[in-house]
């Protein structure tokens, strides 16, 4: 297996047995291949690859070319639109200095936040597990904290048997290849412990789907010029690993995806979509109808057999008619009504209004009031998976903080936009409303509407004051030399000349 470099003098590797030692089980284990295998299904799901899971649901897939129509990429990316298609604003407590502001919004920025938690929700959804980890830079010196986001089917976690959500500890697990200058491949598991307050580093041989036992030092320089130490500190007390469902009951601690439920409600559509295309394909190239006269057999008179399989023919009985060729009027109405029930029962299932399923009306231009009521479910939803990023973000960026020397760390709360368009007409109904009832003041007002600090408003509203006073000094200009009349209140305007 080609040169093999001694480097366990210079990197901190040891082939001796730890408590974390997985050597001589199998892998994948046993109890996490179901699960495994879902995240394999629901990823093609996602990815459109339909065959793959629903094929055989159908029996319309049998006969033509199968057809995916990829609703379930649409539930989940509009959850992800919703949650981080616009940019969360960080919040934090009025005796939080600038410095440390400054310091979180550098890893808020640093790390790419905004586009990593679209990313990440798109993978939750659909597997039903958000892993995120916090480490350090690639290159290990830069003191710099490192936000990460990780496949499911890698996150291997170890429960206590009488709490499910109690964790002892987190592996992340992948298999690693190196081929030999023979040709032949070796397979080993790369796995990262987490443990509260250490991360262990971890390679193995993998023999036959078993594993074969710890790579030696030598192994490690198969892959790694300069490999991870074993063991790495973490935070005292903590895992530098998050775990984010994406939905899940009291009882369970791995979440659930989105598609659960609605795998027959896809292949129902997809065999539907399938099975009519077929038939428009077919009745695209229309069938011969021939006299029964014009068929021969093989044996009379050696006269030559019309090509049945090519020409498609039915035999009728009756003589003397010519061939005429048959079509077909098309009349879709029933198979077209039920894709759309089939639409409803999806939308209904997945709590995704319809409308975002582009398979409903919108009726004409809707007000934020209208369009929230009309996406009611889709927007709970929403909500319900915002709770558990309110946990997990202000963690992360907690330990991001603490990775890096920073021994109080501050406490950061999110400010979430609601994800639809804004309508400022309404906006400005209920801030015009709340000014007339003295509910709100002026600043307040110009900050609801333009957004900004106080200063910002306050400046605006010396500027409104300026414009107001200019408008005063007008009416009191003189018009033609002469003083503008003053109108009594109690003048009908129609008698003043």
Same mark, same amino acid.
């Given at each position: 297996?080609?040169?093999?470099?001694?480097? +366990?003098?210079?990197?901190?590797? &040891?082939? &001796?047995?730890?408590?974390?030692?997985?050597?001589?089980?199998?892998?994948?284990?046993? +109890?996490?291949?179901?699960?495994?295998?879902?995240?394999?299904? @629901?990823?093609?799901?996602?990815?459109?690859?339909?065959?793959?899971?629903?094929?055989?649901?159908?029996?319309?897939?049998?006969?033509?070319?199968?057809?995916?129509?990829?609703?379930?990429?649409?539930?989940?990316?509009?959850?992800?639109?919703?949650?981080? =298609?616009?940019? !969360?604003? !960080?919040?934090?407590?009025?005796?939080?200095?600038?410095?440390?502001?400054?310091?979180?919004?550098?890893?808020?920025?640093?790390?790419?936040?905004?586009?990593?938690?679209?990313? =990440?929700?798109?993978?939750?959804?659909? &597997?039903?597990? =958000?892993?995120?980890?916090?480490?350090?830079?690639?290159?290990?010196?830069?003191?710099?904290?490192?936000?990460?986001?990780?496949?499911?089917?890698?996150?291997?976690?170890?429960?206590?048997?009488?709490?499910?959500?109690?964790?002892?500890?987190?592996?992340?697990?992948?298999?690693?290849?190196?081929?030999?200058?023979?040709?032949?491949?070796?397979?080993?598991?790369?796995?990262?412990?987490?443990?509260?307050?250490?991360?262990?580093?971890?390679?193995?041989? !993998?023999?036959?789907?078993?594993?074969?036992?710890?790579?030696?030092?030598?192994?490690?320089?198969?892959?790694?010029?300069?490999?991870?130490?074993?063991?790495?500190?973490?935070?005292?007390?903590?895992? !530098?690993?998050?775990?984010?469902?994406?939905?899940?009951?009291?009882?369970?601690?791995?979440?659930? +995806?989105?598609?659960? /439920?609605?795998?027959?409600?896809?292949?129902?559509?997809?065999?539907?979509?399938?099975?009519?295309?077929?038939?428009?394909?077919?009745?695209?190239?229309?069938?011969?109808?021939?006299?029964?006269?014009?068929?021969?057999?093989?044996?009379?008179?050696?006269?030559?057999?019309?090509?049945?399989?090519?020409?498609?023919?039915?035999?009728?009985?009756?003589?003397?008619?010519?061939?005429?060729?048959? #079509?077909?009027?098309?009349?879709?109405?029933?198979?077209?009504?039920?894709?759309? #029930?089939?639409?409803?029962?999806?939308?209904?299932? +997945?709590?995704?209004?319809?409308?975002?399923?582009?398979?409903?009306?919108?009726?004409?231009?809707?007000?934020?009031?209208?369009?929230?009521?009309?996406?009611?479910?889709?927007?709970?939803?929403?909500?319900?998976?915002?709770?558990?990023?309110?946990?997990?973000?202000?963690?992360?960026?907690?330990?991001?903080?603490?990775?890096?020397?920073? #021994?109080?760390?501050?406490?950061?709360?999110?400010?979430?936009?609601?994800?639809?368009?804004?309508?400022?007409?309404?906006?400005?109904?209920?801030?015009?409303?709340?000014?007339?009832?003295? #509910?709100? &003041?002026?600043?307040?007002?110009?900050?609801?509407?333009? /957004?900004?600090?106080?200063?910002?408003?306050?400046?605006?509203?010396?500027?409104?004051?300026?414009?107001?006073?200019?408008?005063?000094?007008?009416?009191?200009?003189?018009?033609?030399?002469?003083?503008?009349?003053?109108?009594?209140?109690?003048? @009908?305007?129609?008698?003043?000349?």
């Amino acid at each position: 297996m080609g040169a093999l470099i001694d480097l +366990s003098d210079r990197f901190n590797l &040891s082939q &001796s047995k730890s408590d974390t030692d997985i050597s001589g089980k199998e892998w994948p284990p046993l +109890s996490e291949r179901e699960r495994l295998k879902a995240y394999a299904d @629901n990823r093609d799901l996602f990815d459109g690859e339909h065959q793959n899971v629903l094929s055989g649901k159908h029996n319309a897939t049998h006969e033509y070319e199968y057809i995916s129509v990829n609703v379930p990429k649409n539930i989940v990316t509009v959850v992800a639109d919703l949650l981080f =298609g616009e940019d !969360l604003a !960080l919040v934090y407590d009025d005796d939080v200095d600038d410095g440390a502001k400054e310091k979180v919004d550098d890893i808020w920025s640093r790390n790419q936040m905004q586009a990593l938690l679209f990313e =990440g929700a798109l993978d939750t959804g659909y &597997s039903g597990d =958000g892993i995120w980890t916090v480490g350090r830079e690639a290159d290990g010196e830069s003191g710099l904290a490192k936000i990460k986001t990780h496949p499911a089917d890698t996150w291997f976690p170890e429960q206590n048997p009488d709490d499910v959500r109690d964790i002892l500890r987190h592996r992340l697990a992948w298999v690693k290849k190196y081929k030999t200058e023979g040709g032949k491949e070796q397979d080993y598991l790369r796995v990262v412990v987490h443990e509260k307050g250490r991360v262990l580093h971890e390679l193995y041989r !993998l023999v036959k789907g078993k594993i074969d036992g710890p790579a030696s030092p030598q192994e490690w320089g198969l892959f790694y010029d300069t490999p991870p130490d074993q063991e790495q500190e973490g935070i005292p007390d903590e895992f !530098l690993l998050e775990h984010v469902p994406n939905f899940r009951t009291a009882r369970e601690y791995k979440g659930t +995806s989105e598609y659960k /439920g609605c795998e027959d409600l896809f292949a129902t559509l997809n065999g539907t979509v399938t099975q009519i295309d077929g038939i428009l394909q077919r009745h695209s190239d229309p069938q011969i109808a021939m006299p029964v006269e014009m068929w021969h057999d093989q044996t009379d008179g050696g006269r030559k057999q019309p090509d049945i399989a090519r020409l498609r023919a039915f035999a009728i009985d009756q003589a003397g008619t010519k061939p005429e060729y048959i #079509t077909w009027d098309g009349k879709l109405t029933d198979n077209l009504a039920f894709m759309d #029930t089939t639409m409803q029962q999806i939308a209904l299932v +997945s709590e995704t209004a319809p409308q975002l399923l582009s398979r409903g009306e919108w009726g004409g231009d809707l007000s934020g009031r209208a369009l929230k009521i009309l996406l009611i479910r889709t927007l709970a939803k929403v909500r319900r998976k915002r709770r558990y990023y309110d946990a997990m973000i202000p963690r992360l960026l907690e330990k991001a903080q603490l990775m890096e020397g920073v #021994t109080e760390p501050i406490k950061v709360r999110l400010d979430w936009p609601d994800g639809l368009p804004d309508d400022i007409l309404e906006r400005v109904e209920v801030v015009d409303r709340r000014l007339a009832n003295g #509910t709100e &003041s002026q600043k307040g007002a110009i900050k609801t509407l333009d /957004g900004g600090t106080d200063e910002q408003a306050e400046a605006k509203i010396n500027e409104i004051d300026e414009d107001g006073g200019r408008e005063d000094a007008q009416m009191e200009r003189t018009v033609q030399g002469r003083q503008a009349p003053t109108i009594p209140v109690n003048v @009908n305007l129609g008698d003043v000349e």
